[in-house]
């Protein structure tokens, strides 16, 4: 379970930072960034923050909507950050991923002095000093609120892809290969702007296809 045993660690405003959407074939990937101003939020926050993908959809738009009410409060502070389809295709999801993590400290409008970033990668230009922490979003509370924010706001945008492009599921699968995902890309093609062309799957579409692009109203 989280704690604030990583936070502890450090002084001055300390964030916890995780994104949404580094394996997904389609999307923006997410970044999200939390400070806990204050530890005397809503209970139900601390007893059930965890890792987003532990979770059901449910709860994690029930914990994404107390932490929008803790931020409005003042209780924490709180940002998002995306790098886009074509960015990830430029820069690599590694490099976007850091992009995207970039924004989102920009975001909070005031300057943190330590940041715990989930995973096993240091991102560059943060603008403070920071630790990788593997598993982050299932030990840090800070991380795992990150986690909740960027993964729902990334589901709520790949929601309203699903309207737009229904054949590809994106409403269930977020943008990962799953079987009705591969039966939209076979029926209808990739979208540009959508899907990211320098992932292996759509690449080789791409190249069986001779297409690069296809957009159809009635998919």
């Known amino acids: 379970m989280p704690s604030f045993e990583f936070e502890d660690t450090a002084s001055g405003l300390i964030a916890g930072i995780d994104e949404a959407g580094r394996g997904p074939w389609a999307g923006p990937v997410v970044a999200g960034v939390v400070v806990f101003l204050r530890r005397e939020v809503d209970e139900f926050l601390l007893q059930h923050l965890d890792d987003s993908k532990k979770l059901s959809a449910k709860s994690r738009e029930i914990l994404y909507d107390k932490l929008l009410v ?22 690599n999801i590694l490099q976007a991923t850091f992009l ?31 630790m990788t922490l593997v598993k982050g979003d299932s030990r840090s509370y800070s991380v ?5 924010l960027a993964k729902v706001t990334r589901d709520k945008y790949m929601g309203r892809l699903a309207q737009q492009y229904p054949a590809y599921g994106f ?16 029926q209808y093609g990739i979208i ?28």
Not at 144 to 148: H, L, N, Q, V
């Open 192 to 219: 540009r702007g959508v899907h990211r062309l320098s992932y292996r799957p759509i690449a080789e579409i791409i190249s069986a296809s001779g297409s690069s692009s296809l957009e159809n109203e009635s998919c």
């Open 171 to 186: 409403d269930k699968n977020a943008g990962y290969g799953t079987r009705r995902h591969i039966e939209g890309l076979r």
């Open 70 to 91: 803790a931020q409005k409060q003042g209780h924490i502070l709180a940002a998002l950050g995306e790098a886009s389809v074509e960015e990830i295709d430029s820069l």
């Open 100 to 130: 995207a993590m970039r924004r989102a400290v920009a975001g909070l409008g005031r300057k943190i002095d330590f940041a715990i970033v989930d995973g096993n990668r240091k991102p560059i230009d943060l603008g403070c000093d920071c």
């Open 144 to 148: 795992a609120a990150a986690s909740i």
